[in-house]
């Protein structure tokens, strides 16, 4: 063999070694990519798969009322109230009274939903917004109340407590080593925030700007132009000082 072929022999082997870690080294990186897996993607948000849902929902107040008691004590009375100042605000329908009949409480419960329905209508709200239905319940352990319902929209979210797969490895848990959050996780939290919104709009949209007060904004623009402070003084706020300390 002459020299000639021997360098081209090396020549050979090292070009095709160069190659074979080239294609070594890409085909590492293409497998690294596609194998990684983010632990914070979007179809894993909590907020995805826990939404707060704005739906129609029934809002109901039980009144107890005794067997041998007719009329509303005062607790119930300002329930009575507040349900009916509620409802002009938020009320999306009629509101449906269910009164026990065929019960022991029967006699009590009509003479105490006549002060229901005066209570109702001295705070506002219409004879035709009230809708008068008799019931009995149908397991007799069950104590006879006099329900009012009515229809609002609320937030929701849930239900919570749902566990398909298993928080540990398992059989079933096929998925335990792809360190994803388990199902369940954040609905609490999305519930308990549907629960706290006063207005279910909130979510979808801001709410519109309310006009300023002119007066107040007239007095702060004044005393700005003539140069004194905008604060008020308080000259009583001296008196709740516990000490001289700092003057």
């Known amino acids: 063999m002459t020299p000639t072929d021997s360098a081209e022999r090396y020549r050979s082997l090292r070009v095709a070694i160069l190659a074979a870690g080239l294609a070594a080294a890409l085909g590492a990186c293409t497998h690294t990519s596609q194998d990684e897996i983010p632990t914070a993607s979007i179809p894993n948000d909590y907020r995805l798969r826990h939404p707060i849902a704005i739906q129609e929902a029934d809002r109901t107040v039980n009144i107890f009322v005794g067997n041998t008691r007719g009329g509303l004590s005062a607790s119930q009375r300002a329930d009575v109230i507040g349900l009916a100042s509620v409802w002009l605000r938020e009320g999306t329908g009629a509101i449906v009274a269910e009164v026990p009949a065929g019960t022991s409480n029967a006699r009590a419960a009509a003479d105490s939903f006549r002060e229901v329905r005066s209570l109702l209508a001295a705070a506002g709200v219409p004879p035709r917004g009230i809708i008068v239905r008799r019931y009995h319940p149908a397991d007799e352990r069950l104590f006879a109340t006099i329900r009012l319902t009515y229809p609002r929209i609320a937030a929701t979210a849930g239900p919570c407590g749902v566990w398909p797969e298993d928080l540990g490895p398992s059989i079933k848990n096929k998925g335990y080593l792809d360190n994803k959050p388990y199902w369940n996780f954040g609905c ?60």
């Open 188 to 247: 609490a939290t999305q519930r308990n925030l549907a629960s706290m919104i006063d207005n279910p709009a909130d979510l979808v949209q801001p709410r519109p700007e309310t006009p300023p007060y002119t007066a107040r904004r007239s007095e702060g623009f004044e005393k700005y132009r003539k140069g004194t402070p905008t604060t008020t003084d308080y000259p009583e706020a001296d008196k709740a000082k516990l000490s001289d300390t700092g003057k």
